[in-house]
């Protein structure tokens, strides 16, 4: 059985940068669109982006000139980071995978809050 | 951008009776990449329809998602007490973006 488990810092000072890692277990990061989806507390779900099991990346344009996907398949995992955080980006991160002839998010990881704060 | 509006914000029903969300796209989206999500508190979302009517493994007979173009709307028959979410329509599009919906939250009346 397929998981997704996020992992990373809770607390991320402003302006620092928010490192996340989502890892793969029970199957292969191979063949799959691998996305990063947050949800500031009590408000909806926001799409970050997503990396494709070959590297190729789609972005919000919201976040695009802060963010960064990438993919390590010797580890089955990929990566999110954010710069110059602020209070708003204060959200539980979700890891969520996709498959690429149908697009919707299939598997989720539990999520993880990531607090920016002083 | 493509934007994703649901209606109402507040459906507040009681268990046994029918819902019926609405989601509308500010342009014509693929039905093919269209999907409805459940989710619950302290939950991660859960797919319940992708292409617009297909319902995921495990999603029981009482959800069922019609529409194409601009207009998309999750039925579910017959509410029981653990259908009671927040439910996300969500769309995948040429730019290769995904946009969600806010939401529509289904409350005990």
């Known amino acids: 059985q397929v998981q997704l488990q996020e992992s990373g810092p809770g607390l991320v000072k402003p302006s620092e940068t928010l490192s996340l890692t989502c890892t793969v277990s029970?199957?292969?990061?191979?063949?799959?669109?691998w996305s990063w989806i947050r949800q500031p507390p009590g408000k909806g779900l926001e799409w970050i982006g997503y990396?494709?099991?070959?590297?190729?990346?789609s972005y919000n344009p919201s976040l695009k000139s802060r963010l960064t996907i990438s993919l390590d398949t010797s580890r089955n995992q990929f990566s999110l980071t954010l710069s110059s955080v602020t209070a708003a980006d204060t959200a539980v991160y979700y890891c969520?995978?996709?498959?690429?002839?149908?697009?919707?998010?299939?598997?989720w990881g539990r999520g993880t809050l990531v607090t920016v704060s002083s | 951008e493509v934007v994703l509006t649901q209606s109402p914000g507040t459906l507040s029903l009681s268990p046994g009776e029918g819902a019926t969300l609405s989601c509308r796209a500010s342009?014509?989206?693929?039905?093919?990449?269209f999907a409805w999500y459940q989710q619950k508190p302290g939950q991660a979302p859960r797919l319940l329809i992708y292409?617009?009517?297909s319902r995921a493994t495990g999603i029981p007979d009482r959800f069922s998602g019609t529409g194409s173009g601009t207009d998309f709307t999750l039925t579910i028959s017959r509410l029981e007490p653990e259908d009671f979410a927040v439910y996300y329509c969500?769309?995948?599009?040429?730019?290769?973006?995904?946009?969600f919906g806010q939401g529509t939250k289904l409350e005990i009346k």
């Open positions: 969520a995978r996709a498959v690429g002839s149908t697009w919707h998010f299939g598997l």
């Open positions: 029970g199957g292969s990061i191979s063949s799959y669109y």
């Open positions: 990396i494709s099991y070959i590297g190729s990346t």
């Open positions: 342009q014509s989206v693929s039905s093919n990449y």
């Open positions: 292409g617009a009517s």
């Open positions: 969500q769309q995948f599009g040429d730019s290769l973006q995904y946009t």
